[in-house]
C-alpha cells in the first residue's frame, strides 16, 4: 500500500506526535509498505525533499507558538510531486496547515482519508487567549475540532477511550471512531538494550550520584503539563528524602519561569534541567530514574508513561483517564488525585528498592503490549476501512473550496 501521512512537525522535532509519526512510519515500513512523509520545515524556508527517507518538507512562517510553522493550505509546488507517489490512503495527523492541505488534496484526487486526534485543543487555548475568553474560545475549537474530524475525514482514529467519549458524548460524533492506541518500540527503552557505559557517562555529567534516588519528567516545559505541581512537592519531599533528585528531560516555552521557581522554592541542588534532548538519546536519561511522574492532566494517551514502564521505571501518574488505561493502581504504577497521594507514593517509592523493582517488573511487562507491529497492524485495518467507504461520505464544501483554489469558479 502506498501511504501518505501528513504531520505538522517531524524529525528532528521531539514531541509525542513525533514519536508517533515515526514509530508507525518504520512499522508500517517493515510491513512492506511505501510511507511517505508531508510535513512543515521547521529548519528553512526552502522545499525538501529526502528522496530515500521519502519526506518533503514545505516551507512556512513561524506562529510564534513554540516551533510552529504555518504552510500555505495548498503549495502548488507540492501537488506534482505528491501527485507522483499515487497514494492509495492519506492518514492526517494534524487539524493545521498541512492537515488542510492533506484534505483539499485527497479531495481533489478522490483518496481516502484518515485522521489521527492527538491533542485536547480545550486545554491550549490559553496559548492563544493568555486567559481572556476562555469559554468562548473553546467553544470555537469544539466547533472547528468537529468541522475538522466529523466534514472531511472518511474514518477517525482516537489514541484512548478518554478521547473517544470527548468525541460521542460531547461532540456527538456520528461517523466511525477507532480506537487505537499508539504504539512504540519499547524494545528500544529496555534496560538490556542500553549501553551502560553511555549512561554512566550521563550520570557523571549531570552530577547525579549512585546513591541519589532519581523521579523523571519527559516532556514539553508549558503551562499544561503542571510541572510546577511537581517543583512544589519537591520542595516538601527533600526535607524527609535528601538525596532525590528531580529530573526534567524537555523544553518549552515555560522553562525559564520553572528554573525560576526552583530558585524561589531553593531547590536547585534537587533539580536538573535537561533542556532539549534527542529521541534517540531519551532511553539513557530513564535508566538513570527510579521514578517516573507526571501531573499533566491534558495528554490524549501519555506515551512518555509507556516509555518509561519499558525502562522498568515506576509510574507515578496524577488521576486522569489517559493514565487509567495504561496503570493498574499499586501494580504497575501508581495513581495520585492529591499532593499528599503524591508525596506519600513517592516516599514509599524512594526508601523501599523491593517496592520499585516489583512495580518496574509490573510496569515493563504492561509497556510489551504498546508495541509497534501492533500499532501498524490495528492501522491498517482502518486504512482499508477508509479505502472500502471512501466514497460513502461526499464533503461538497471542499469541492467548493478545491475549486476556488484551482481558479475554476
Not at 49 to 68: H, K, M, Q, S, W
Not at 378 to 407: P, Q
Request: with cysteine; charged share 25%.
Amino acid at each position: 500500500m502506498r501511504i501518505g501521512i501528513f504531520t505538522d512537525a517531524y524529525t528532528p522535532y521531539i514531541s509525542g506526535l513525533v514519536t508517533s509519526v515515526v514509530t508507525l512510519k518504520r512499522a508500517l515500513e517493515k510491513k512492506g509498505h511505501e510511507v511517505y512523509i508531508v510535513t512543515a520545515n521547521l529548519e528553512t524556508y526552502h522545499y525538501d525533499y529526502d528522496e530515500e527517507e521519502r519526506v518533503l518538507r514545505i516551507p512556512g512562517i513561524p506562529t510564534g507558538i513554540y516551533n510552529a510553522r504555518l504552510t500555505s493550505i495548498y503549495p502548488i509546488q507540492a501537488v506534482n510531486k505528491i501527485k507522483s507517489w499515487k497514494l492509495e490512503v492519506i492518514h492526517s495527523q494534524t487539524e493545521f496547515a498541512i492537515g488542510l492541505f492533506a484534505r483539499l488534496f485527497a479531495k481533489q484526487f478522490n483518496i481516502p482519508l484518515v485522521h489521527t486526534y492527538h491533542t485536547m485543543y480545550e486545554d491550549y487555548t490559553h496559548y492563544i487567549t493568555h486567559g481572556h475568553f476562555d469559554k468562548s474560545s473553546k467553544k470555537i475549537v469544539e466547533y472547528l475540532t468537529k468541522f475538522y474530524c466529523d466534514k472531511t475525514a472518511t474514518e477517525l482514529i482516537v489514541p484512548t477511550n478518554k478521547t473517544y467519549k470527548l468525541f460521542k458524548d460531547k461532540y456527538k460524533y456520528e461517523k466511525n471512531i477507532h480506537i487505537v492506541p499508539t504504539g512504540m518500540d519499547v524494545e528500544k527503552f529496555f534496560k538490556e538494550n542500553i549501553d551502560k557505559k553511555e549512561v554512566e557517562s550521563l550520570r557523571k555529567q549531570l552530577n547525579i550520584s549512585k546513591r541519589d534516588i532519581v523521579i523523571i519528567f519527559v516532556g514539553r516545559l508549558g503551562e499544561e503539563k503542571n510541572v510546577q505541581f511537581l517543583l512544589k512537592a519537591h520542595q516538601k519531599l527533600i526535607k524527609k528524602i535528601p538525596n532525590l533528585k528531580l529530573l526534567i528531560v524537555g523544553d518549552g516555552p515555560d522553562r525559564e519561569n520553572y528554573e525560576k521557581m526552583s530558585e524561589d522554592l531553593k531547590i536547585t541542588k534537587n533539580v536538573i534541567f535537561t533542556g532539549k534532548i534527542a529521541w534517540e538519546d531519551i532511553a539513557k536519561y530513564y535508566q538513570l530514574s527510579h521514578i517516573f511522574a507526571t501531573a499533566s492532566v491534558t495528554e490524549t494517551q501519555g506515551l512518555t508513561v509507556i516509555e518509561a514502564m519499558a525502562a522498568g521505571v515506576s509510574p507515578v501518574c496524577i488521576k486522569d483517564e489517559a493514565f487509567l488505561n495504561v496503570i493498574t493502581n499499586n501494580l504497575n504504577g501508581f495513581i495520585f488525585e492529591t499532593e499528599q497521594d503524591y508525596q506519600d507514593i513517592v516516599t514509599l517509592l524512594a526508601k523501599k528498592k523491593n517496592e520499585r523493582e516489583r512495580v518496574g517488573q509490573q510496569a515493563r511487562i504492561q509497556a510489551e503490549h504498546f508495541s509497534s507491529e501492533q500499532f501498524a497492524e490495528n492501522v491498517l485495518l482502518v486504512y482499508r476501512h477508509a479505502i472500502k467507504n471512501k466514497n460513502k461520505y461526499r464533503f461538497g464544501i471542499w469541492s467548493k473550496i478545491t475549486k476556488k483554489i484551482k481558479g475554476e469558479e
